[in-house]
């Protein structure tokens, strides 16, 4: 990499708590009575190695802030290790919970892998949500310590556990700066063989929270084994090397950040961390910091295609996208960009990502269009992960294969080693989703003949008219490809002849907001025309109604929940 970053980065000087040892050994204290065959498998040690082979090379840089830092694998893995020690000086642990408040900066990145070397839990909490919400994953998840970044110290208030707080600035006078001082200090120089490697596998490794949409958010428990082998996979889909440099546009908190923070590590790749998805700076770091990888759910990629900064890349950057299912339309106007798609499904339950469209040589011969309407679909399971199964059920545990004719909907049922292990305090909830022995997710898709995966809907979503299953997003996919429409989100509406019929809420694109306004009737004529290409009369909208903006949770999905409470009181 050599880029204006990297020149800065040369400069940068490191606090003397931050500097190894000379002589420094990458070595855990091994477990007594450890088998020579067998080590457990913990993504603790892909820093460990990547700091004993790459030491000085660029680890993590923080640059959009009033104190940038910039560190390397041996300097970063000197602050996790100081970390640990001082989680363990304040009385922490092995199974304790340590929650982190914090946007994408040092404190959550330092977090994944300190926690970890202290035998704790890490407890990310998303800081858009509200202080009731943030005062209830804390006490539900039992955390012992809260690391949170000074932005959001509010939502630490009041509460009882004890607080640290960073101001992000990588001063000695930083109240996080000092916290991990103590750690240092604490070890004696013990180094890294002070720690204790964990003996089990399964032991326990992060703790995320859903989004709580319908009810309280829950707490998915996952193991070492599973984020180390959820990490590998990542980085291998990825194509994620020696060479790359990872843009934080996904935030850390989100299931792990998707497990690319041990990911980016184990490909020995840089890290870039932003605290705020602004379309200038992801510009900026796209064309001059060497960006060759970022991952981010549609939403977010609709704002980066439709920046004003946006414009066809010299290099090209490869975009890991999951969330919700993009629009053929919304990929391929990526690749335009030279921005290439690496589509993903999965879910908290699931350390993120665990499907891929894998591409095929004949795709090379396709017209973009036909290219992105494949490359939407989930197609096939990770290398470490089972295959992904779409079933019938009865309700119970027999659970029977759809046919693979890209027509009969089932749901999609997981099982493996990135899945998660339970919910936290949640046994009946647990049992509920793992019934028969494989995680139901609750999206229906459909096989076909090449074992690719289709997601049609949410079963909570599909939209039955006049006894004709239709499928939300199936709709969204066509009503993306007219030209003024930047987004939209189909729910059922009730209908006095047919049960439900489809609406449609659709942001226009900022070029066609002026030739539409105060013609909207107008708008959903054109539109509903539009739909008569691609859709059958029981899929097409029945009603369109244009927005400025459609309700999202804190991680970017649109809430159908609040629409369709919207839609109730029409």
């Given at each position: 990499m050599d880029s204006p970053l990297l020149h800065t980065a040369q400069s940068y000087t490191p606090s003397q708590e931050s500097l190894p040892p000379q002589n420094v050994q990458y070595r855990l204290r091994l477990p007594s009575g450890l088998p020579a065959h067998f080590t457990p498998l913990n993504p603790l040690t892909f820093v460990l190695r990547a700091a004993l082979i790459h030491p000085n090379k660029l680890a993590l840089a923080h640059p959009d802030v009033q104190h940038p830092r910039f560190y390397t694998f041996a300097v970063w893995c000197q602050r996790i290790q100081n970390l640990a020690y001082a989680l363990i000086k304040y009385g922490i642990q092995p199974g304790d919970r340590v929650a982190i408040i914090s946007p994408n900066c040092p404190l959550i990145a330092?977090?994944?892998?300190?926690?970890?070397?202290?035998?704790?839990?890490?407890?990310?909490?998303?800081?858009?949500?509200?202080?009731?919400?943030?005062?209830?994953?804390?006490?539900?998840?039992?955390?012992?310590?809260?690391?949170?970044?000074?932005?959001?110290?509010?939502?630490?208030?009041?509460?009882?556990?004890?607080?640290?707080?960073?101001?992000?600035?990588?001063?000695?006078?930083?109240?996080?700066?000092?916290?991990?001082?103590?750690?240092?200090?604490?070890?004696?120089?013990?180094?890294?063989?002070?720690l204790d490697m964990d003996p089990n596998e399964d032991a326990n490794a992060t703790l995320c929270y859903t989004s709580g949409t319908t009810g309280r958010p829950k707490g998915v428990m996952t193991?070492?084994?599973?984020?180390?082998?959820?990490?590998?996979a990542n980085a291998f889909e990825a194509k994620l090397s020696f060479d790359s440099v990872y843009l934080w546009?996904?935030?850390?908190?989100?299931?792990?950040?998707?497990?690319?923070?041990?990911?980016?590590?184990?490909?020995?790749?840089?890290?870039?961390?932003?605290?705020?998805?602004?379309?200038?700076?992801?510009?900026?770091?796209?064309?001059?910091?060497?960006?060759?990888?970022?991952?981010?759910?549609?939403?977010?990629?609709?704002?980066?295609?439709?920046?004003?900064?946006?414009?066809?890349?010299?290099?090209?950057?490869?975009?890991?996208?999951?969330?919700?299912?993009?629009?053929?339309?919304?990929?391929?106007e990526l690749e335009k960009k030279n921005i290439h798609v690496t589509h993903?499904?999965?879910?908290?339950?699931?350390?993120?990502?665990?499907?891929?469209?894998?591409?095929?040589?004949?795709?090379?011969?396709?017209?973009?269009?036909?290219?992105?309407?494949?490359?939407?679909?989930?197609?096939?399971?990770?290398?470490?992960?089972?295959?992904?199964?779409?079933?019938?059920s009865d309700g119970g545990d027999l659970l029977r294969d759809v046919p693979a004719d890209g027509k009969t909907l089932g749901e999609i049922v997981v099982r493996g080693n990135i899945l998660m292990k339970e919910y936290f305090k949640s046994p009946e909830e647990t049992r509920a989703a793992l019934r028969g022995g494989f995680f139901h997710t609750g999206d229906l898709a459909v096989h076909y003949p090449d074992g690719t995966v289709l997601i049609s809907d949410r079963s909570k979503d599909l939209i039955i008219s006049g006894g004709e299953n239709a499928s939300s997003l199936a709709i969204e996919q066509e009503l993306a490809k007219f030209p003024d429409v930047l987004e939209v989100s189909v729910i059922a509406r009730a209908h006095p002849k047919w049960g439900e019929r489809p609406m449609a809420f659709v942001i226009l694109q900022p070029h066609a907001e002026a030739r539409w306004k105060g013609k909207e009737a107008e708008f959903e004529k054109e539109l509903k025309r539009f739909a008569q290409k691609g859709l059958p009369g029981f899929a097409r909208p029945e009603w369109v109604k244009v927005v400025k903006d459609l309700p999202k949770t804190s991680t970017g999905k649109i809430q159908k929940n609040v629409l369709r409470k919207t839609v109730a009181k029409l």
């Open positions: 330092d977090a994944h892998w300190g926690v970890l070397a202290a035998r704790a839990v890490v407890t990310p909490i998303n800081f858009r949500l509200t202080k009731p919400e943030v005062d209830y994953i804390i006490e539900h998840s039992g955390s012992k310590l809260v690391l949170v970044d000074h932005e959001f110290a509010s939502l630490a208030e009041g509460i009882t556990v004890p607080v640290v707080i960073s101001q992000d600035t990588g001063l000695p006078d930083d109240p996080y700066e000092k916290f991990l001082a103590e750690g240092r200090h604490f070890s004696q120089e013990r180094g890294w063989a002070g193991s070492l084994r599973g984020s180390y082998l959820a990490a590998i546009v996904l935030p850390m908190f989100h299931a792990a950040g998707w497990t690319y923070p041990w990911s980016a590590v184990f490909a020995f790749s840089t890290q870039v961390t932003i605290r705020a998805v602004r379309f200038p700076d992801i510009w900026k770091h796209f064309i001059k910091s060497g960006v060759t990888h970022y991952c981010g759910a549609p939403t977010v990629q609709i704002g980066i295609v439709n920046a004003p900064e946006g414009r066809v890349l010299e290099r090209p950057i490869n975009a890991v996208i999951a969330g919700s299912s993009p629009t053929s339309h919304l990929i391929g993903v499904y999965g879910l908290t339950d699931t350390y993120g990502p665990f499907t891929r469209c894998y591409s095929r040589p004949e795709w090379r011969e396709w017209s973009l269009e036909k290219r992105a309407e494949a490359m939407a679909r989930q197609g096939h399971s990770f290398a470490t992960a089972d295959e992904l199964r779409v079933v019938y």
